[in-house]
């Protein structure tokens, strides 16, 4: 089951800013959506911009709207950079191979006889 809507942000190109209840957020472009006679009316900015969260889809004004499985499944991620991602203790450090090799190791006891 795909993960209802929490919030919306809209964007000047007819595109919603969606966060997830996952905490994913996704980019849902609206203009594929004009071709059909029902989403046409959302290209009145004004009437766009009346959309709302709805038991975790989108509606607008004049019974227009969208499941929340649509939303997810036809929306792109949005790349998030490392300051914007929460960690639980502070930022995750990225581990790649040349970081892991500049970690000291405790040097090795040798026993002496």
């Known amino acids: 089951m795909n993960p209802y809507v929490k919030s919306i942000k809209f964007k000047d190109d007819y595109s919603l800013l969606l966060t997830f209840e996952n905490g994913e957020k996704r980019v849902f472009d609206l203009k594929p959506y004009f ?8 290209k ?35 790349k998030t950079t490392q300051s914007q991602r929460k960690t639980t203790g502070g930022r ?21 006889k």
């Not at 071709?35 to 009316?41: G, H, M, Y």
């Not at 709207?65 to 036809?74: H, I, V």
């Open 35 to 42: 071709e059909k006679p029902v989403f046409a009316r959302l």
């Open 92 to 112: 995750k450090k990225n581990m790649t191979a040349a970081n892991i090799q500049k970690k000291k190791l405790p040097k090795a006891r040798v026993a002496l």
């Open 44 to 78: 009145n900015a004004n009437l766009f911009k009346t959309a709302r969260v709805v038991s975790g889809s989108v509606e607008w004004q004049g019974e227009i709207d969208l499941s929340y499985d649509t939303l997810y499944l036809e929306s792109k991620a949005v």
